[in-house]
């Protein structure tokens, strides 16, 4: 596993029901970090990641969707 500074990352909560990009880094929720580049998102995607966070079957289309709209926002 790599470490990347937090600046290099996007923050994301999981309230129970949606992920979204915690842009203010204060949203409620289980929060988790991801870095900023296609391969961690794939690959977190391949590993499962965000389903195991959040307890939950998550779509992979979802979960792009809302990291390519945290990258755009950013």
Sequence with gaps: MTSYPQEDLIRFTW???KIVADT???NEGRG???CRNRE???S???KK???RVCKKN???EL???VVENAEQNN
């Design 63 to 65: 979960i792009r969707k």
């Design 40 to 42: 961690c998102l794939e």
């Design 49 to 51: 990641a965000f389903n």
């Design 44 to 46: 977190a995607i391949r």
């Design 15 to 17: 309230d129970g029901e």
């Design 24 to 26: 203010s880094m204060r």
């Design 58 to 60: 998550i779509d992979a």
């Design 32 to 34: 988790f970090y991801l």
